[in-house]
């Protein structure tokens, strides 16, 4: 098989954006195909990325858009269900701290740093199938349409 040139990532949650973008620095023209109709705001709870998540973000030329949505984490306490303290834990020593964020905050702010980066993501697309090929893969959507590219 010839030069990867063109790549199909299946699947617009947080993943697949930073997928794209890391395609895209390879060289690799990747679009995202998203099962659901629409984004994914407004779904999930809170999440914690750490300072190598956001250094790996960085990779990517994420890192910041991240910061932007999140609170530093310098430290926790963890409580039990009637709130009463159990334990405190102190940020990492040495290391910027930690960032404490929504789903649909890192989602969006993904999201949108992809697209600005001109990663497209084309929703309502349900992988039902994927047919190989010597000169690349073809994915085939629920909604009869498909999509051929270098790899998936």
Not at 92 to 115: E, F, N, Q, T, Y
Not at 129 to 136: D, I, L, N, Q, R
Request: charged share 20%; glycine share 16%.
């Amino acid at each position: 098989m010839a030069a990867v040139k063109t790549a199909l990532v299946i699947g617009g949650g947080i993943a697949g954006p930073v997928t794209a973008l890391a395609l895209r620095k390879a060289g690799i023209e990747a679009t995202v195909y998203e099962a659901y109709e629409i984004t994914a705001d407004g779904v999930g709870g809170q999440l914690t990325i750490a300072p190598n998540g956001l250094d790996a973000l960085g990779i990517v030329g994420a890192d910041e858009v991240v910061r932007a949505v999140g609170l530093p984490m310098v430290r926790t306490i963890m409580t039990d269900g009637s709130g009463r303290r159990m334990g405190e834990f102190p940020g990492l020593v040495g290391l910027p701290p930690s960032r404490a964020l929504w789903r649909p905050d890192l989602h969006r702010a993904l999201h949108d740093h992809a697209l600005a980066q001109g990663v497209w993501t084309e929703y309502g697309k349900r992988l039902v199938g994927v047919e190989e090929s010597p000169t690349g893969v073809t994915a085939r959507f629920a909604d009869g349409t498909t999509a051929t590219g270098d790899v998936l």
